[in-house]
């Protein structure tokens, strides 16, 4: 997958670089380019933004300079599995199955605007080449869109495949976010480690009686309770065929 970013604060994305992501991309798996979108600007002064139209607070990013970077980097007739996405708290929210969605994707490329967003015609140009997504990572306000660039691309570029050991693969993701593995639809359960004994805690003793059968539905029972306590609308929202007698018991 080709990944490009275009924003006014490159050096925000240097975490790309760092572990599970910077890896995929020294492993080729992920191919990501971060660019400054002031390159695509021609005046002397480099003009990113604009009064809003019709008045109003801030200032609003021109439509120009975006509309030349996608074109740069979407190049008129390869379209073909490219999207665009633009964080906004106004846009439908980013889940995990979103990004599986977006992980079938050939080329993601990223708009994290910043002042008071992008012109809207930029939006509406671009949707005539392509499927543009306006996705928001959660109901509160950012200062600008490239924090959500970095959830988005590990959120998406983990369930790429070979970007996760076997070990720790995507599939088995338990949490109510993900639609896959054996606890999908759930929130993850409690987590234990070695020592077996700290600060006079137990970890619970089903954990090491070696009966695998007896520790899955304790894990299963335990991510239930958590789901119900925590996110009661994952516990609507499960496919009651997923439940088994057990799981009605609890
Ligand atoms: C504050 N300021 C005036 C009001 C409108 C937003 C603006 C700031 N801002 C500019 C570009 C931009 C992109 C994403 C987000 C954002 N905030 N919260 C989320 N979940 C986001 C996502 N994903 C905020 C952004």
Redesign the pocket.
């Known amino acids: 997958m080709r990944i490009d970013v275009v924003t006014i604060f490159p050096e925000y994305l240097a975490p790309l670089d760092v572990s599970l992501i910077g890896k995929a991309a020294t492993a080729g798996i992920l191919d990501i380019h971060v660019h400054e979108l002031r390159t695509w600007t021609h005046d002397r002064h480099n003009t990113v933004d604009d009064s809003p139209c019709g008045g109003g607070p ?1 200032m609003v990013m021109k439509p120009e300079p975006w509309w030349e970077a996608l074109t740069a980097l979407v190049p008129p007739g390869s379209e073909d599995g490219a999207r665009l996405i633009v ?3 106004s ?1 439908r929210p980013f889940t995990q199955r979103v990004a599986e969605d977006l992980a079938t994707a050939s080329h993601l490329v990223f708009a ?6 992008i012109d809207r015609r930029f939006i509406e140009a671009a949707a005539e080449r392509m499927p543009v997504e306006e ?4 109901d ?6 490239e924090v ?1 660039v970095l959830v988005m691309v590990e959120a998406v570029g983990r369930l790429l495949p070979g970007v996760l050991g076997n070990a720790e693969s995507a599939k088995d993701d338990s949490f109510g976010h993900s639609s896959q593995g054996g606890m999908a639809g759930l929130l993850e359960g409690p987590v234990y480690t070695k020592p077996a004994n700290w600060d006079g805690r137990e970890v619970p003793p089903v954990l090491l009686s070696g009966n695998h059968a007896v520790i899955a539905r304790w894990r299963r029972d335990e991510a239930l309770r958590r789901t119900a306590q925590t996110r009661p609308d994952l516990i609507e929202a499960l496919d009651p065929a997923a439940l088994d007698k057990k799981d009605r018991a609890q």
Do not use: C, W
Request: hydrophobic share 30%; aromatic share 10%; no cysteine.
């Open positions: 801030g964080p906004t708290p846009g994290p605007a910043r002042y008071e967003g996705l928001s990572i959660g509160y306000v950012l200062a600008g869109g959500a």
